[in-house]
Protein backbone atom coordinates (compact mmCIF):
# COMPACT_ATOMS: atom_id res chain seq x y z
CA UNK A 1 0.00 0.00 0.00
CA UNK A 2 1.50 3.29 -1.10
CA UNK A 3 -1.83 5.94 0.69
CA UNK A 4 -4.73 4.99 2.65
CA UNK A 5 -7.83 6.84 2.29
CA UNK A 6 -9.29 6.75 6.24
CA UNK A 7 -13.02 7.21 6.62
CA UNK A 8 -15.66 7.03 9.31
CA UNK A 9 -18.85 5.24 7.61
CA UNK A 10 -21.49 8.23 6.38
CA UNK A 11 -24.53 8.55 8.86
CA UNK A 12 -26.89 5.82 10.09
CA UNK A 13 -29.76 5.03 11.49
CA UNK A 14 -28.23 5.08 15.29
CA UNK A 15 -25.78 7.49 14.94
CA UNK A 16 -28.47 10.00 14.65
CA UNK A 17 -30.06 8.95 17.77
CA UNK A 18 -27.02 8.65 19.34
CA UNK A 19 -27.31 4.68 20.24
CA UNK A 20 -24.36 2.84 20.61
CA UNK A 21 -23.97 -0.57 18.44
CA UNK A 22 -21.09 -2.61 18.65
CA UNK A 23 -22.76 -6.29 17.89
CA UNK A 24 -22.46 -6.24 13.89
CA UNK A 25 -25.70 -9.15 13.67
CA UNK A 26 -27.97 -6.07 14.35
CA UNK A 27 -28.69 -3.92 10.57
CA UNK A 28 -28.20 -0.73 10.96
CA UNK A 29 -28.48 0.81 7.58
CA UNK A 30 -27.42 4.92 6.33
CA UNK A 31 -30.20 7.58 6.36
CA UNK A 32 -30.72 9.05 3.05
CA UNK A 33 -28.70 11.82 4.38
CA UNK A 34 -26.03 9.16 4.98
CA UNK A 35 -26.66 7.54 1.43
CA UNK A 36 -25.54 11.19 -0.13
CA UNK A 37 -22.62 11.52 2.29
CA UNK A 38 -21.31 8.13 1.27
CA UNK A 39 -21.17 8.99 -2.47
CA UNK A 40 -20.08 12.48 -1.90
CA UNK A 41 -16.87 10.31 0.25
CA UNK A 42 -15.89 8.68 -3.48
CA UNK A 43 -16.09 11.82 -5.04
CA UNK A 44 -14.06 14.08 -2.51
CA UNK A 45 -11.50 11.47 -1.94
CA UNK A 46 -10.83 10.12 -5.45
CA UNK A 47 -10.41 6.42 -7.06
CA UNK A 48 -8.97 3.85 -5.21
CA UNK A 49 -7.81 0.16 -5.88
CA UNK A 50 -9.50 -1.68 -2.65
CA UNK A 51 -11.63 -0.55 -0.29
CA UNK A 52 -11.59 -2.38 3.16
CA UNK A 53 -15.03 -1.99 5.30
CA UNK A 54 -15.76 -3.88 8.81
CA UNK A 55 -18.32 -6.49 9.63
CA UNK A 56 -21.17 -3.85 9.83
CA UNK A 57 -23.31 -3.14 7.24
CA UNK A 58 -23.12 0.92 7.73
CA UNK A 59 -19.31 0.27 6.78
CA UNK A 60 -20.28 -1.75 3.50
CA UNK A 61 -22.91 0.47 2.42
CA UNK A 62 -20.15 3.67 2.66
CA UNK A 63 -17.95 1.69 1.30
CA UNK A 64 -19.91 0.18 -1.82
CA UNK A 65 -21.58 3.61 -2.33
CA UNK A 66 -18.53 5.64 -1.81
CA UNK A 67 -16.59 3.46 -4.69
CA UNK A 68 -19.15 0.94 -7.05
CA UNK A 69 -17.59 -1.74 -8.54
CA UNK A 70 -14.23 -1.59 -6.57
CA UNK A 71 -13.23 -4.82 -5.05
CA UNK A 72 -14.11 -5.15 -0.89
CA UNK A 73 -12.20 -6.31 1.30
CA UNK A 74 -13.75 -7.65 5.20
CA UNK A 75 -11.67 -6.73 7.81
CA UNK A 76 -13.53 -7.72 11.35
CA UNK A 77 -10.25 -6.74 13.53
CA UNK A 78 -11.98 -2.78 12.98
CA UNK A 79 -15.09 -3.94 14.24
CA UNK A 80 -16.69 -0.78 16.67
CA UNK A 81 -16.60 -1.75 20.28
CA UNK A 82 -18.56 -4.43 21.87
CA UNK A 83 -20.19 -2.65 24.39
CA UNK A 84 -21.50 -4.89 26.50
CA UNK A 85 -24.30 -3.44 28.72
CA UNK A 86 -24.82 -0.43 27.13
CA UNK A 87 -25.02 -1.64 23.73
CA UNK A 88 -28.61 -0.31 22.20
CA UNK A 89 -28.32 2.71 24.59
CA UNK A 90 -27.72 6.45 23.46
CA UNK A 91 -23.61 7.33 24.92
CA UNK A 92 -25.93 9.47 27.68
CA UNK A 93 -27.13 5.97 29.34
CA UNK A 94 -24.23 5.71 31.55
CA UNK A 95 -21.45 4.60 28.93
CA UNK A 96 -20.02 8.22 28.87
CA UNK A 97 -19.41 8.18 32.69
CA UNK A 98 -17.69 4.88 32.86
CA UNK A 99 -15.43 5.42 29.96
CA UNK A 100 -14.12 8.03 32.08
CA UNK A 101 -13.92 5.92 35.27
CA UNK A 102 -12.28 2.91 33.41
CA UNK A 103 -9.01 1.85 32.70
CA UNK A 104 -7.72 1.17 29.31
CA UNK A 105 -7.82 -2.80 30.31
CA UNK A 106 -10.83 -2.58 32.13
CA UNK A 107 -13.75 -4.80 30.44
CA UNK A 108 -17.11 -2.89 30.01
CA UNK A 109 -19.62 -4.90 32.03
CA UNK A 110 -22.20 -6.97 30.43
CA UNK A 111 -19.48 -8.88 27.94
CA UNK A 112 -18.09 -5.65 26.44
CA UNK A 113 -14.21 -5.59 25.76
CA UNK A 114 -11.45 -2.96 26.59
CA UNK A 115 -10.22 -0.29 25.12
CA UNK A 116 -7.19 -2.19 25.18
CA UNK A 117 -8.38 -5.01 23.76
CA UNK A 118 -10.03 -2.62 20.66
CA UNK A 119 -6.42 -1.20 20.28
CA UNK A 120 -4.29 -4.69 19.77
CA UNK A 121 -7.01 -5.96 17.35
CA UNK A 122 -7.29 -2.79 15.63
CA UNK A 123 -3.62 -2.80 15.35
CA UNK A 124 -4.17 -6.17 13.63
CA UNK A 125 -6.32 -4.81 11.12
CA UNK A 126 -3.92 -2.02 10.36
CA UNK A 127 -1.14 -4.10 9.61
CA UNK A 128 -3.15 -6.16 6.90
CA UNK A 129 -3.99 -2.93 5.55
CA UNK A 130 -0.29 -1.57 5.47
CA UNK A 131 0.72 -5.73 3.66
CA UNK A 132 -1.38 -5.03 1.01
CA UNK A 133 -0.06 -4.45 -2.18
CA UNK A 134 -2.97 -2.21 -3.80
CA UNK A 135 -1.16 0.95 -4.33
CA UNK A 136 -3.96 3.13 -2.96
CA UNK A 137 -6.83 1.49 -0.54
CA UNK A 138 -9.50 3.13 1.18
CA UNK A 139 -11.21 1.79 5.14
CA UNK A 140 -14.58 2.59 5.76
CA UNK A 141 -14.89 1.80 9.60
CA UNK A 142 -16.07 3.20 12.79
CA UNK A 143 -15.28 6.41 14.91
CA UNK A 144 -12.70 5.25 17.05
CA UNK A 145 -10.59 3.03 15.04
CA UNK A 146 -10.19 6.34 12.57
CA UNK A 147 -9.82 8.89 15.45
CA UNK A 148 -6.87 6.30 17.29
CA UNK A 149 -4.85 7.18 13.83
CA UNK A 150 -5.70 10.41 13.92
CA UNK A 151 -4.04 10.88 17.22
CA UNK A 152 -1.30 8.58 16.90
CA UNK A 153 -0.54 10.82 13.67
CA UNK A 154 -0.12 14.05 15.91
CA UNK A 155 1.86 11.98 18.27
CA UNK A 156 -0.68 11.59 20.87
CA UNK A 157 -1.82 8.36 23.00
CA UNK A 158 -5.48 7.07 22.65
CA UNK A 159 -7.74 8.73 25.21
CA UNK A 160 -10.21 7.81 26.89
CA UNK A 161 -13.10 9.71 25.70
CA UNK A 162 -12.56 10.17 22.08
CA UNK A 163 -13.68 13.19 19.79
CA UNK A 164 -15.99 12.77 17.49
CA UNK A 165 -15.29 12.07 14.11
CA UNK A 166 -17.27 13.82 11.08
CA UNK A 167 -18.93 11.19 8.87
CA UNK A 168 -17.84 9.84 5.84
CA UNK A 169 -15.15 12.57 6.20
CA UNK A 170 -12.07 11.25 4.18
CA UNK A 171 -8.39 11.52 5.66
CA UNK A 172 -6.07 10.75 3.30
CA UNK A 173 -2.35 9.36 4.77
CA UNK A 174 0.61 7.89 3.71
CA UNK A 175 1.60 4.61 4.19
CA UNK A 176 4.67 5.95 5.98
CA UNK A 177 3.01 7.94 7.96
CA UNK A 178 0.50 5.31 8.90
CA UNK A 179 2.67 3.08 9.74
CA UNK A 180 4.57 4.94 12.31
CA UNK A 181 1.02 5.47 13.75
CA UNK A 182 0.46 2.00 14.09
CA UNK A 183 3.61 1.59 15.58
CA UNK A 184 3.16 3.98 18.41
CA UNK A 185 -0.77 2.65 18.67
CA UNK A 186 1.24 -0.90 19.34
CA UNK A 187 3.75 0.95 21.81
CA UNK A 188 0.72 2.16 24.16
CA UNK A 189 -0.85 -1.30 24.18
CA UNK A 190 2.48 -2.43 25.58
CA UNK A 191 2.44 0.09 28.53
CA UNK A 192 -1.66 0.86 28.23
CA UNK A 193 -2.18 4.41 30.53
CA UNK A 194 -4.44 7.75 30.30
CA UNK A 195 -1.85 10.61 30.16
CA UNK A 196 -3.35 12.17 33.26
CA UNK A 197 -3.34 8.13 34.79
Request: proline share 7%; no cysteine; charged share 30%.
Amino acid sequence: MRELVLARHAESEFSVLEKLNGDASVEVRLTEAGRAQARELGRKAGPVDLVAHTEFSRTRETAELAWPGVPLLELPELNEFAFGRFEGTRWTDGFDEWILTSTPAEDVPGGGESRLAAVQRFVRGYRTLLDRAEERVALVAHGAPVRYVLLALESKPPEPLLEGVDPAKPFTIDADAFGRAVDALEAWAAAPAWLDD
